[in-house]
C-alpha cells in the first residue's frame, strides 16, 4: 500500500523567500512521485515528476524537489517566492503498476504576502 | 493536442435527486480514465478508474457509480445525492502506466443541499 503524508495544511511566506513544502511517503515497492497546483476552482497541473534516475528533480516556474529514499521524503522548494505561486500543492505517490493509481496527500494551501 | 472537458462547472442539487457528471477527452486513444473527489479542506480521493470500455474499478465504497459508455467518455453517477456527495469533482486521464502523468479537467463543484 501507500501514502502520501504532506506536513503544513498551510503554509505562509513573504515574497522572495525560500517556498518548502514538506511531503513523506510510503511505499512497499520503488515509487514515482509527483508534484501538482491548483489554482482556485480550477484542474491540477503538473509541476514535476520523479520516476527514475536523477533524485534532483526540476520543473515548471522554478520549482524542484529531491527525492530522499533514506527519509521517504519528496519535499518541493523554490528559492524565491513570487505572488503568482499562491495556489494549493499537492504530492502524490504512483509505482509502476497499477494503471497510474496516484495516492495524493492532503493538500498545502501556500500563501504568499508582500 | 489532448483536451480534456468536464460539465458542468458548478452543480447545487437537492438531497435525494439523481447525478450526472460527464467528462471527455479529445485528441488521444484508449486512455486510463479517473474520477477524483476533493472535499473541502482535504486531498484528492479516488473514486473510479477504467481502463476501457465498460471497465470500472471503484476505489471506495459510497453512493456513487461510474460508467465508461464510450472509449474516451466517463460519466459519474447517482441515484440518490447525500449530503457527504458534496465536493470538487475532478475528472483525469492518462496513458500508459506507472509514471506517466495525469491530465486533469477543471472540475465540477457539487453543492447538495
Known amino acids: 500500500a501507500q501514502s502520501v503524508t504532506q506536513l503544513g495544511s498551510h503554509v505562509s511566506v513573504s515574497e522572495g523567500a525560500l517556498v518548502l513544502l514538506r511531503c513523506n511517503y510510503s511505499?512497499?515497492?520503488?515509487?514515482?512521485l509527483f508534484w501538482y497546483v491548483q489554482y482556485p476552482n480550477q484542474g491540477l497541473q503538473l509541476l514535476l515528476k520523479?520516476?527514475?534516475?536523477?533524485?534532483l528533480v526540476k520543473g515548471i516556474n522554478g520549482f524542484e524537489a529531491e527525492f530522499k529514499k533514506s527519509e521517504t521524503s519528496f519535499h518541493l522548494t523554490k528559492p524565491s517566492a513570487h505572488m503568482s505561486d499562491a495556489a494549493e500543492y499537492f504530492c502524490?505517490?504512483?509505482?509502476?503498476?497499477?494503471?497510474?493509481?496516484?495516492?495524493f496527500g492532503a493538500g498545502t494551501r501556500l500563501a504568499v504576502h508582500p | 493536442s489532448q483536451t480534456i472537458h468536464q460539465w458542468p462547472a458548478t452543480l447545487v442539487q437537492p438531497v435525494g435527486s439523481p447525478l450526472s457528471l460527464e467528462c471527455t477527452v479529445e485528441?488521444?486513444?484508449?486512455?486510463?480514465l479517473y474520477w477524483y473527489r476533493q472535499a473541502a479542506g482535504r486531498g484528492l480521493q479516488l473514486l473510479f478508474y477504467?481502463?476501457?470500455?465498460?471497465?470500472i474499478s471503484s476505489e471506495v465504497p459510497q453512493n456513487l457509480s461510474a460508467s465508461r459508455p464510450q472509449d474516451r467518455q466517463f460519466i459519474l453517477s447517482s441515484k440518490k445525492l447525500l449530503l457527504s456527495d458534496s465536493g470538487f469533482y475532478l475528472c483525469?486521464?492518462?496513458?500508459?502506466?506507472?509514471?506517466?502523468?495525469?491530465?486533469f479537467g477543471s472540475g465540477t463543484q457539487l453543492s447538495v443541499l
Open positions: 502524490a505517490v504512483g509505482s509502476s503498476g497499477g494503471y497510474n493509481k496516484l495516492i
Open positions: 485528441g488521444t486513444s484508449n486512455p486510463n
Open positions: 511505499s512497499s515497492v520503488p515509487p514515482y
Open positions: 483525469a486521464w492518462s496513458v500508459g502506466f506507472g509514471g506517466e502523468k495525469l491530465f
Open positions: 477504467s481502463v476501457g470500455i465498460g471497465q
Open positions: 520523479y520516476t527514475t534516475g536523477a533524485t
